[in-house]
């Protein structure tokens, strides 16, 4: 980082004015920030075991046939791990080197106002997702009781409500019990994993081969829309990656906060979506706990495939659909902290969970992630231009502090550019993601270069007169 760069970081994050927000938004100080590298690396590990990516790998077996063979899986994966570690690192850097939150790094391009718009876009789908990994993880806790109590308990709901209180206490004591509880997660099923993958080559490698290795797969639209799917697993992720780098210990360079994402998705989401499509190749089964309880013949495995599910869910939500959401409530309704994460964790059950999980609502479900997918690509790519290309790195953060000043109102080059890249997305959806990133990014340069002439956005940047 240039001298001058760092000038001006250090002057912008001296706000000498009331910010207007709950303190939990202000910049994160240097002492404030408690999760170290190994933590944090952790906390990806974390996120990356759970069903929903293992199910991601099963997917690939399509009536007993890869529709990709092992290399091309390993070649698609290896390319979305690198773009999702480059847009990462990209996307974090304004929140690790000034603290700011997401939904404050958003005013730099929306403005105050626009920047709820599309705060609400990462905020609502984290409380659906929230209610609904909430709710298999009372399902499978269920399960755990029934076998423990010999069936004299039965109730899912009681379960899911306990599964919820845990998480809102947890999330209440910040970023430490989340770093802290992912780091248990990662180990506890990582072991598991390995078991099952040594039970898989030593009992069914033949099939494994046969259907999986062996198999001729394809490198044309299957393979780019695996890439896709991989990505947009992790899309809403880096898209608020302000909200985590902001919490890491200062002093880590760009390129080693690029490998603390890229080494443990490589080994979470390497292995877990590994072990998915070999589970679908022995058995013909696409739901990964189905496949599990015939591979493993353990009469407890409806114990340890249940402990995998609510451990995965605890994890993913701790780190995807519980401080994104809680920060977009803080920002809104002035709220404090562990108030809105108390509020996250009751919307999250009125998003009706036990409804979303019933196979007749599956058509929906997908129909909503489609629709605010769509956007997401659009969103990340206007912030990495508005701050690489646009503003060469220097904001004056202060001023994205100020409810009257140059960030006041919407930018409506923003608001436009993602909708014109959220419209072309749906033409082709198999790659939305990469074709909303390419044209919002585009739309953006040029609505800011040629029109809205009198913006206060354009100030600060290559477009000012």
């Keep these: 980082m240039s001298a001058n760069l760092e000038k001006n970081i250090k002057n912008g994050t001296e706000i000498n004015h009331s910010t207007g927000v709950d303190e939990s938004l202000n910049p994160k100080k240097e002492d404030a920030r408690t999760v170290g590298p190994l933590a944090y690396a952790f906390m990806w590990v974390g996120d990356g075991v759970n069903l929903g990516n ?14 990709l063979n092992i290399f091309q899986t390993f070649a698609a994966a290896a390319i979305a791990i690198g ?58 806790l269920n399960e755990i009781a029934k076998v423990v109590s010999g069936g004299s308990f039965d109730s899912v709901v009681i379960c899911f409500v306990i599964i919820q209180a845990v998480q809102i206490v947890l999330s209440m004591y910040g970023f430490h019990a989340i770093a802290w509880v992912e780091t248990i997660a990662s180990v506890v099923i990582m072991l598991a994993l390995v078991y099952v993958f040594v039970v898989l080559l030593n009992s069914h490698s033949d099939v494994i081969v046969d259907k999986w290795v062996h198999t001729k797969g394809s ?21 608020s990656a302000a909200d985590y780098s902001r919490e890491l210990k200062t002093g880590i360079s760009d390129a080693k906060r690029g490998f603390l994402y890229f080494s443990p998705i490589v080994v979470a989401y390497g292995f877990v979506l590994t072990i998915g499509a ?16 015939i591979v493993v013949d353990n009469p407890y495995i409806t114990v340890g495939v249940s402990a995998f599910i609510v451990l995965g869910a605890v994890a993913v939500n701790m780190v995807a659909n519980i401080v994104p959401p809680t920060y977009v409530i803080t920002l809104l309704t002035k709220m404090k902290y562990k108030p809105a994460v108390v509020l996250t964790g009751i919307l999250a059950l009125g998003s009706f969970p036990w409804v979303l999980v019933q196979d007749s609502s599956a058509k929906g479900l997908g129909m909503f992630i489609l629709i605010y997918s769509a956007f997401l ?45 959220a419209g ?6 198999e790659l939305a993601w990469i074709i909303g990133v390419v044209v919002a990014g585009i739309s953006y340069i040029l609505l800011m270069k040629y029109a809205f002439k009198d913006s206060e956005f354009k100030k600060g940047t290559i477009f000012e007169k």
């Design 278 to 293: 070999m589970l679908a190749s022995a058995t013909g089964i696409s739901n990964p706990v189905k496949a599990f309880a």
């Design 54 to 67: 293992m199910t991601l790998g099963a997917s690939l077996i399509v009536a007993g046939t890869a529709t």
């Design 377 to 421: 690509g659009p969103i990340v790519s206007i912030l990495l231009v508005e701050y690489y290309i646009l503003r060469k790195q220097q904001v004056n953060i202060a001023d994205l502090y100020k409810e009257d000043g140059q960030f006041a109102g919407y930018n409506p080059a923003a608001i436009l550019s993602m909708l014109i890249g």
């Design 219 to 239: 490198w044309g639209l299957p393979f780019f829309g695996f890439i896709m799917m991989f990505m947009g697993n992790y899309a809403a992720i880096f898209l």
């Design 83 to 140: 773009i999702i570690s480059l847009f990462f690192a990209l996307n974090d850097r304004l929140g690790y080197r000034t603290g700011i939150p997401y939904v404050v790094q958003l005013r730099m391009s929306f403005g105050v106002k626009g920047s709820i718009i599309s705060s609400l876009l990462r905020g609502i789908p984290a409380i659906v997702w929230y209610g609904f990994q909430s709710w298999i993880g009372g399902t499978a």
């Design 424 to 429: 072309a997305a749906f033409t082709l959806v």
